[in-house]
Nanobody
Framework: QVQLAESGGGLVQAGDSLRLSCAVS????????MAWFRQAPGKEREFVAA????????YYADSVKGRFTISRDNAKNTVSLQMNILKPEDTAVYYC????????????????????WGQGTQVTVSS
């Protein structure tokens, strides 16, 4: 059974940086497409970033493009999300997800494409 465990969340000020990490167990990160989603209080969970299994093609939500970077470390079996220039609106619980059935670029942005999810890590950005 694949399990995902996020870490690295915390309380930061606007403009700061934070790096989230997702450790994969029970599977190999190189065999999956990996993604980050987030859910702010009172809002639906939304797509943040994804990286494809082959060629490590990356996808980003418009709201984080240019500020966030998703990457994969096959040796450590982890995926990370480097978050720069954080804004109060980035405050949310961030979830790591993995899957392996993707056919179009839009599939990477859809929650239903992902089979495994972590428990989430809280990111709070104060103004």
């Amino acid at each position: 059974q694949v399990q995902l465990a996020e870490s690295g969340g915390g309380l930061v000020q606007a403009g700061d940086s934070l790096r989230l990490s997702c450790a994969v167990s029970g599977g190999t990160v190189s065999n999956f497409a990996m993604a980050w989603f987030r859910q702010a209080p009172g809002k639906e969970r939304e797509f943040v970033a994804a990286i494809s299994r082959t060629f490590s093609i990356t996808y980003y939500a418009d709201s984080v493009k240019g500020r966030f970077t998703i990457s994969r470390d096959n040796a450590k079996n982890t995926v990370s999300l480097q978050m720069n220039i954080l804004k109060p609106e980035d405050t949310a619980v961030y979830y790591c997800a993995s899957g392996n059935q993707f056919y179009t670029p839009n599939d990477y942005r859809a929650q239903e494409s992902y089979s495994y999810w972590g428990q989430g890590t809280q990111v709070t950005v104060s103004s």
